[in-house]
C-alpha cells in the first residue's frame, strides 16, 4: 500500500470508525453519551472528543474554590532558538520540516488577523443547517473562571507532535484572532510519524528536544492566552511527558500566570491527551473538529491536510471554496461562542459576539 493510500484509509478512520487502529494500540471509550477516541502511541496519548450538540448553558462549576484571580506578566518567548533552526530544505511529504520554525509572512499572518466576520457568520449558519460536512462538536465542561490580569484568559495544553493540536491550532487561531490579534505565528508540523499535517506554532519550538515551549505572541484588550505546548523530537511518532514532569517545567519558570493555570488543569483532574483547552468557563478536553481534508459536495481538491502545504491551508482558509475552510472556521465558531458566553462584558463588545450564528450557538446549540 502507497503512503497515499494509507493516509487517505486512516483519514477515512478517523471519521468513520468507533475504534482506530493506529500505531500500537487503540482504545474507544465512551463518557457522557459522547464517543471518546484515544490514539495511544509512542507513550503518549492523543485523544478527540466528537458529538454532533454543543451545549453553553451547562450547571455552574461546582467547585469555585479553585477560581483564579491574579496579576502576573505572560511568557514573551523568544524570536527564534539556536538549536532548532528554521529548515530551507525543501523536503518530500512524510518527511518534509519545510520552513519550520520560520515566521508568517504579512500576507498570510493576515488570513488569520484579518479574517471576515462573513466567514465566521456563513460558517456557523452551515453548521446550524447542517451543511458542515465534517465532524464539529465537542462535549464541554463548565469550569470556574481564570482571570488573570483583570481579563478572562484562553488556557491551552498541546503538543507539537500531536497531528490532532496541529490540525486543531487553525480554527484556535482564527477564533482568537477575533478577540485580538498576533504579531507573530509561526510554520509548523506534526511529527512525521504522525501525519507531518501543517500548522502554525505559537512561538518557535523545541523541535529537536523533549521539554515544554511557553507562550506567544497574541494581544488583546478582552482575553489572555497563554499557551503550554509539550515538546519532542519531531522525526519521530507522537510523544506526551507525563503530566507531573510537565508541571516540573512549568513550576521552573517561575511564572505565576503559568505555574496557577497548569494547576487549574490539574485540579480539574480530566487531563487525558493533548489537545486540552480552555475558554473563559468552558473546558473542551480535545479538538472540536475533525478536519483532516475536504468532503462533498463543495470539494475542489480533495487533498487531504497532511499533503496540503502551508500556502495551500492558507489559500483555502482564504478563498473558502470548500469544506476544509468552512470546518475551520465552525469549529473556531464554538470557541468564539464559547467565550461570548463567558463573560457578559464581552458578550456586549466584542463585535463577533452579535453576529447571529453566534448568538445562536450560545442559545441553542446547534
Known amino acids: 500500500m502507497s503512503t497515499r493510500q494509507s493516509s487517505m484509509k486512516y483519514e477515512?478512520?478517523?471519521?468513520?470508525?468507533?475504534?482506530?487502529?493506529?500505531?500500537?494500540?487503540?482504545?474507544?471509550?465512551?463518557?457522557?453519551?459522547?464517543?471518546?477516541?484515544?490514539?495511544?502511541?509512542?507513550?503518549?496519548?492523543?485523544?478527540?472528543y466528537t458529538s454532533r450538540t454543543v451545549y453553553l448553558n451547562g450547571t455552574s462549576p461546582a467547585n469555585l474554590s479553585i477560581a483564579y484571580n491574579i496579576t502576573s506578566p505572560l511568557i514573551t518567548p523568544p524570536m527564534s532558538l539556536a538549536a532548532d533552526p528554521p529548515i530551507t530544505a525543501n523536503n518530500t511529504f512524510g518527511s518534509r520540516l519545510t520552513g519550520i520554525?520560520?515566521?508568517?509572512?504579512?500576507?498570510?499572518?493576515?488570513?488569520?488577523?484579518?479574517?471576515?466576520?462573513?466567514?465566521?457568520?456563513?460558517?456557523?449558519?452551515?453548521?446550524?443547517?447542517?451543511?458542515?460536512?465534517?465532524?464539529v462538536g465537542i462535549s464541554l465542561k463548565k469550569v470556574p473562571m481564570f482571570m488573570l490580569n483583570g481579563k478572562p484568559t484562553v488556557i491551552y495544553l498541546g503538543s507539537i507532535t500531536c497531528v490532532f493540536c496541529g490540525e486543531n491550532r487553525w480554527a484556535m487561531a482564527l477564533a482568537l484572532s477575533r478577540f485580538g490579534n498576533f504579531s507573530d505565528l509561526?510554520?509548523?508540523?506534526?511529527?512525521?510519524?504522525?501525519?507531518?499535517?501543517?500548522?502554525i506554532y505559537w512561538a518557535p519550538a523545541?523541535?529537536?528536544?523533549?521539554?515544554?515551549?511557553?507562550?506567544?505572541?497574541?494581544?488583546?484588550?478582552?482575553?489572555?492566552?497563554?499557551?503550554?505546548e509539550d515538546t519532542d523530537p519531531i522525526t519521530a511518532g507522537f510523544n506526551l511527558?507525563?503530566?507531573?514532569?510537565?508541571q516540573q517545567e512549568v513550576n521552573s519558570t517561575g511564572n505565576l500566570a503559568y505555574k496557577d493555570a497548569f494547576q487549574l488543569i490539574i485540579k480539574l483532574n480530566n487531563f487525558q491527551g493533548t489537545p486540552y483547552t480552555i475558554w473563559g468557563n468552558y473546558n473542551a478536553a480535545g479538538a472540536d473538529a475533525?478536519?483532516?481534508?475536504?468532503?462533498?459536495?463543495?470539494?475542489?481538491?480533495?487533498?487531504?491536510?497532511?499533503y496540503m502545504t502551508h500556502r495551500q491551508v492558507f489559500q483555502q482558509i482564504s478563498n473558502n471554496t470548500d469544506q476544509f475552510g468552512w470546518t475551520e472556521y465552525a469549529a473556531a465558531d464554538l470557541y468564539i461562542a464559547m467565550i461570548c458566553s463567558?463573560?457578559?462584558?464581552?458578550n456586549s463588545t466584542a463585535p463577533v459576539c452579535s453576529l447571529p450564528a453566534i448568538v445562536s450557538i450560545e442559545k441553542d446549540g446547534y
Do not use: C, W
Open 206 to 228: 523545541h523541535y529537536n528536544q523533549s521539554t515544554m515551549d511557553f507562550g506567544s505572541f497574541y494581544n488583546s484588550k478582552y482575553i489572555n492566552f497563554l499557551a503550554f
Open 342 to 346: 463567558s463573560s457578559s462584558s464581552i
Open 241 to 246: 511527558q507525563p503530566i507531573n514532569v510537565m
Open 186 to 199: 509561526f510554520t509548523g508540523y506534526s511529527s512525521l510519524g504522525d501525519s507531518d499535517v501543517p500548522t
Open 12 to 48: 477515512k478512520a478517523i471519521r468513520n470508525a468507533k475504534m482506530v487502529s493506529y500505531g500500537s494500540a487503540a482504545i474507544a471509550v465512551a463518557a457522557l453519551a459522547v464517543s471518546v477516541f484515544i490514539l495511544m502511541h509512542g507513550g503518549g496519548k492523543e485523544i478527540i
Open 290 to 306: 475533525e478536519d483532516f481534508g475536504n468532503s462533498s459536495p463543495t470539494a475542489s481538491s480533495g487533498i487531504p491536510l497532511e
Open 101 to 135: 520554525n520560520t515566521p508568517l509572512n504579512s500576507t498570510d499572518l493576515a488570513v488569520i488577523n484579518n479574517a471576515s466576520d462573513s466567514n465566521f457568520e456563513t460558517a456557523g449558519e452551515m453548521l446550524i443547517n447542517g451543511k458542515i460536512n465534517n465532524s
